[in-house]
Structures are given as C-alpha cells and as structure tokens.
C-alpha cells in the first residue's frame, strides 16, 4: 500500500520515482560514503531539480508562492523520495518551509523563496523528541532572545543548511528557524550511520533571537509534524525493503526451486507485508490529522489536536520497530548477497536505524497512547460524507420510524437498511459512502442491527448465484429473523484445504443424497437451513468436481452432535449426513462449479470479521482496568503494564486506520482484497494479544475464572477458524505479493 489515494497522488509520486531513477539519487548516497571514490552530484544540486517536482512548496499556501496542498499531498511525495532514498534533508526542508509559510511571523518570507526553490535546506534538531533538554533562552534585552545549549546530533545538518530547532523559554518549548551561518551556533562534523545525510553534533552559544522570529506554531504542533515527514518516508522504506525481498525471492533458486516457493520464506514475506501495510497506515492517518487540526477553527482545534497527539505517537512507535524490523528482514531473504556493502539494503536498513534513534524508543510512545487513553482521547476517524449528505433529514426521518417500531428487525430489512449494501431489491445497492451515513443515523437513534451470523455471508451468494424461487424463498424470511442458516463446509480432513472435502453427493431421481461428516459448524442444533458443499464428481481436480447444496436441516439423515470446546461451551457441531435427500431446486448455481461459489461466500466471511472501533476485545481490557468488572478495583498499572496497554491500543488504532482505508478504496473503486486478507492476519494477533493480557493483570486472582479468562480461551480459535493464520500467510505471499507456489 502507497499513500496515495488519488490518480494525481500517483502521478506525482511517479514522476519523483522516474527523476530519481533519471539522476541516480542512490549514486549521490554512495558518494557519501566514507572512503568513497564515487563521484556524483552533491544533494545540494539534486534539490533545485526535486523543488521543481513541486516537494518543498506542496503545503505552502498558494499566496506564499505554494501549492496550497494539503499536507496528505506532501506526504505521498515524501514517502516516494523515502522509497528512493532521495539525499539530504529532504524532509525538514519541506517542513521547514511549510512552518515558516504557517508561522506569521514577520520574517516568514526571508527563508521561504530560498526553501521552496531548494536553494537552502533545512535540518531539524530532533532530540528532544527522545526526551532530550532544548537550549535555554533567555530575554537579553526588549524583544530579543539569547539562546545557548545542546542540541545534540543533529542530520542533515552543515553550517551551509537552515536549522529549526527547539528552544527553551519559561519552561515551555518554542521552536525557531535559524539561517545559514548564524552566528553562535556551533557545530562538529560526525561521521553518520546513515550515509544519505550529514551528521553533526551542534550546540547554541548565545544565539540571539529576535523574539518575533520564533514560530508562531505550537511545540506539540511541530513535534507532531516532525513525526508526520519521517513516517511518510519511513512508509517508502518499509515498502521498498518488502518489494526487493520479494522480487529477489521469486528468482533466487536453492534447492532447484525459487526459494520464494519456500514456506520459511513467504511467512517472512507475508509478515513484512502486514508490517509495510500499518507503517503505511500510521504515517497516512498522522498526516490526515494534521490536515484535520490545519482546518480545526475555535474550540474544535482543542479537539483536534489531541488527534494529532495520539496519532503522532502511534505513528512514531511503528517507525521506530516496524520499519527498522523490515530492513533486517530483508537483509535475511537477500542472504549473503545482503550482506555485502555493494547491495542498497544496508543503506536503507541505516536509514531506518537513524529514524529508530530520532524518535527514542517504542515503549515511550506506547506509554504517551496509554496515558492519552487514560484521558480520554481516542482517534476517531470520519470520511466525507458530502456527497451524500443531502440525504442525512430523509435518512433520518425512516430511521426514526425504525427506532418507533415494535418489530425493529422487520422495519430494517423492509425499509432496506438492514443490508443497505445488498441489490434491490432486498438492500439499496448503497454506495460505500451512503452506507456510512445510514451507519451515523442508525447509531445516532440507538437501532442495532441484528447479526444475520451465517446468513451474512450465506445469502448474497444465493442473491448473486440462485434462482429467482430460491430468492423469493430464502432472502426475505432470513432478513426478517424467520429462518436462521448455518454452514456445513469443514470437515475432519478439509480444513483449512477446504477443497479436499470428502463428503458425496449421488445423483437420484428429483435430487441429490449426501453421505459425509461435517465438524466445526456453528449453530448446526439450531439452524433451519444450511449451505452446503458436497463432491459430485471424484474424477477432476479437486476444485472442480464440488456443487453447492441448500439442505434442510429438519431433513430426515442428519444428525447432529455438540461439540465442547475449552471454554467448557459447546458453541460448535459435528453433523452426519446419511443418504440426506436434497432436492434439485436446492442446488446454487451450476453442478460442479461450487468451488467458485465458496469463494464468494469465504470473501464475504473475511470482510464480516473485520472489526470496527477499538474492538470488543479491547472494549473488555479498557473496562477491566477501569473497574467496570463485578468485583473488582480500578487498576493501578505498572510502567511496563502501561507500555503493554499503549501498544494494544496503537495496534487497535491502526486497524481501525486500514478499516478506514479499505473504505475509501471501495470509495474509490479498489479491490479491498489485500488490505481485508492483511487486516485479518494483524487482527486476530491483536484479538488474541488482547484478553491474554487482560488475564496477566488479574495477577494471582487469574486463579479464577473471569471474562479475562473465558476471552483468552475463547479466542484461540481465531487463529484457525476461517483458514489459520499460517495458511493466510501462505496465500497472502502468493496472492498479495506474487511469490511462487
């Protein structure tokens, strides 16, 4: 996943792709290697020709002589030119330039022209986000400021670049944007991990600051938007890291084999993948609540910058593990040809290290997520509605006859809203955007839909597959609660191999019987109907010779037995099917071409278990710690427990982002499939991570059984139920990333 969400996103990430394939950037990287006898054009020279793509003047506004983008547009270019490896500040630079436009300060416009057109460049002193002191600054005299102190390490920075920098006034942090050459600040050339920027150790000796040149933008306004540049490009390194691993693997042979056909080799793969998706998802959500507290006016820019908070730390807490992690999974895929110092993966693994030590580490950004929860901020994310937003008062008015109504599950599903999604006409054929809004107005009047459970994913099988008699049969009455499905597919030795299902279906006069043994069925002791998949021809390929059944459960054969799990519930069944008589007009579709129809079942199954808000998993841990279970006291967490807390919650935020962006790709017409297959591997993870630290706080009380306990048993099916985790994997490495089987 790139950052970008529009055609114009792409074509200017393109064309900085294209100009830094054109002008070799990585020659100018190895140039600034030690020792090296490589000769290219210095950075400097490079950022007069990347100005003119239009990357230091993008979030300026247009009467500054900018783009007057927002910054989401600057930060699909900078993910581009993190993918490229792009030398030298590039990012402060464009910051810089944004800041100085925004500040209103007298002299915003000394710099601006010079930053726009890539003519100075700008480092960023960036220790203070590790929990560094800034400089002291003191009032010299009326209306100026003398500043003096360490600045630590500071990249990208030489004494012929820009500085903006944090300094100390009164116990609060402002920032400034010194000159070339100012005179006071003292610098000492250090020899970088990342060789693609400068290094310098900088200090201020009584730097003096008019006062009016210090930015007028808020101190977390600014770390926040520091985090937002390194975490767009941060996005580029994680991608690029995944894309070269990959691409080597479906060529490097060992063993007469690509050894991406290797299992070892695509979970690695698979896991790189979901780790390119979040760092993607965080730096995209960070710079869209950037934009959000841009256009924030009164009271909501309180508001909004709390946003900015929470997203800011957990977009720095997955660039400084995930990204880093990437390039060392790369390195291990490549093997010894990674290894060398003429292969780009190092130079891309320094990078992410030099980020990894900017930024401090991920504990102290979970712990800021922890205690930003504690007071009540969550990300709450929203999409733009205007389009269909002269619908909300029509909306509205049936949702409020819903709510009146004395069978609410009826009125749904008879005003359509039930499946709003679904074709006419038993939904509205919705679009993704018209779908959000009946959502707002449903919750709005407190109408809960009910949980059609299998026949979500059941019957749009049957509306797209069926006859028109098994629509008018089965769709209505299941929609109005009057038949409840549940699905016979599993089976003792067709798992997660679905297609090697043994169960026989005979032909008979009028019908079919079938002959087999079901497992893991839900609501199987309770279900009027089920959908079926039985074998009706043994002699082809196992995919092909499957047909679709729609089975009566009250027909006379079946028999069904509970199941106990180690929750101590009998949730499941195992059913046998003997000599079960199925009528021709229960079959869905063609005979023999069932497969295709699991499919569209499956498919649906992957998106309904896709989660929304922080989870009820999470709903649990964060009620639990309150005190909200019978019995218990508010937790007192330790500085570990809360590190622990912050990172659940960080994980439940960026799903809810890829949630979100699966939304607007259907918005925009894009096939949801990776981000769907990539929301689950990363979801159960989190589902299962959840309660079993939930029953870790209850400490020696964990003795007893709680709703900790019973969710943590509970959820160890979600690694296996609907295809395990593993087998995901596996066919996200082959679907998703190409790799061979």
Same mark, same amino acid.
């Given at each position: ?36 006898? @490589? ?14 793509? =239009? ?8 009467? *500054? =002589? ?444 009028? =019908? ?5 043994? *079901? ?96 989870? *009820? ?9 309150? =005190? ?61 991570? @959840? ?51």
């Amino acid at each position: 996943m790139t950052l970008a969400t529009t055609p114009e996103h792409t074509a200017v990430a393109d064309a900085i792709g294209q100009w830094s394939k054109k002008v070799s950037v990585i020659t100018t990287v190895r140039a600034g290697e030690p020792g090296s006898d @490589v000769t290219a054009e210095p950075w400097p020279a490079l950022f007069r020709e990347l100005a003119e793509l =239009g990357v230091f003047a993008a979030a300026v506004p247009e009467q *500054k =002589g900018g783009m007057d983008a927002l910054f989401v547009d600057l930060a699909v270019m900078l993910e581009q030119t993190g993918h490229d490896l792009v030398p030298g500040p590039v990012a402060g630079t464009a910051l810089s330039a944004l800041l100085t436009s925004v500040s209103g300060a007298p002299n915003e416009n000394a710099l601006l022209a010079q930053l726009i057109a890539g003519e100075v460049g700008a480092a960023v002193a960036t220790s203070v986000l590790a929990g560094a002191a800034a400089p002291g600054a003191v009032e010299a005299e009326r209306g100026v400021l003398s500043a003096s102190g360490e600045l630590g390490l500071v990249a990208g920075y030489s004494p012929d670049v820009a500085l903006l920098a944090p300094i100390d006034i009164a116990g609060g942090h402002r920032w400034v944007l010194l000159e070339p050459g100012t005179a006071g600040i003292e610098s000492e050339p250090v020899e970088a991990l990342d060789f693609s920027m400068e290094l310098s150790r900088v200090r201020l000796d009584n730097v003096v600051i008019p006062a009016h040149d210090v930015l007028h933008v808020s101190d977390a306004f600014v770390r926040a938007a520091i985090i937002a540049v390194i975490a767009a490009q941060a996005a580029g390194v994680a991608r690029w890291t995944l894309d070269t691993a990959v691409e080597y693997a479906k060529v490097r042979e060992q063993f007469g084999a690509p050894i991406g056909s290797f299992q070892a080799v695509k979970h690695i793969c698979a896991e790189m993948l979901c780790r390119s998706e979040q760092v993607g998802a965080a730096a995209w959500d960070l710079a869209s609540a950037v934009d959000e507290l841009t256009e924030a006016d009164g009271p909501a820019r309180t508001g909004a910058a709390d946003q900015v908070e929470i997203s800011a730390a957990v977009a720095a807490a997955a660039v400084s593990d995930m990204v880093v992690a990437n390039a060392k999974d790369c390195i291990q895929i490549l093997g010894g040809i990674g290894f060398t110092f003429e292969h780009d993966a190092h130079l891309y693994l320094r990078r992410a290290l030099a980020w990894q030590a900017q930024l401090g580490s991920s504990e102290r950004w979970h712990a800021a997520v922890a205690e930003l929860n504690r007071r009540g901020v969550r990300r709450s994310l929203r999409i733009d509605l205007s389009g269909v937003e002269s619908r909300r008062l029509q909306v509205r008015a049936q949702v409020e006859a819903i709510a009146a109504a004395d069978d609410q599950r009826r009125a749904l599903a008879d005003a359509l809203y039930l499946t709003p999604h679904w074709p006419a006409p038993f939904g509205l054929g919705a679009d993704t955007t018209e779908q959000v809004l009946i959502d707002e107005e449903l919750d709005r009047a407190g109408v809960r839909r009910p949980d059609l459970v299998i026949a979500g994913w059941a019957i749009p099988t049957i509306i797209e597959h069926g006859t028109e008699a098994q629509r008018e049969r089965f769709v209505r009455q299941t929609l109005h609660g009057e038949i409840m499905w549940c699905q016979l597919f599993s089976e003792p030795g067709a798992g997660s191999d679905l297609a090697a299902l043994r169960t026989k279906a005979t032909k008979v006069d009028g =019908g079919w019987t079938l002959q087999g043994q *079901k497992v893991w069925t839900s609501h199987a002791h309770d279900a009027d109907w089920a959908i079926c998949l039985a074998r009706t021809d043994s002699e082809v390929p196992k995919h092909k010779g499957i047909t679709y059944f729609l089975v009566d459960m009250t027909s006379s054969g079946i028999e069904t037995r509970p199941l106990r799990e180690i929750t101590g519930r009998a949730m499941f069944n195992e059913v046998f099917l003997d000599d079960v008589f199925v009528p021709d007009d229960c079959v869905v579709g063609e005979i023999n071409n069932g497969w295709r129809l699991a499919r569209t079942t499956l498919a649906n199954e992957r998106v309904a278990m896709g989660g929304s808000a922080l989870g *009820k998993e999470m709903e649990a841990l964060l009620a639990q710690i309150d =005190g909200g279970e019978k019995g218990t006291q508010r937790e007192e967490l330790t500085g570990t427990q809360r590190e622990k807390l912050g990172e659940l919650i960080a994980q439940a935020q960026l799903g809810q982002v890829l949630d979100l962006r699966s939304v607007l790709g259907s918005i925009n017409g894009t096939d949801p499939g990776a981000a769907s297959s990539v929301r689950k591997l990363i979801g159960v993870r989190h589902r299962q991570a @959840v309660p079993e630290f939930a029953q870790q706080l209850h400490g020696v009380d964990g003795l007893a059984q709680s709703t900790a306990s019973q969710d943590f048993l509970l959820n160890r099916c979600l690694s296996i139920a609907g295809g395990t985790t593993q087998i995901l994997a596996t066919a996200a490495a082959e679907r998703l990333l190409g790799l061979p089987r």
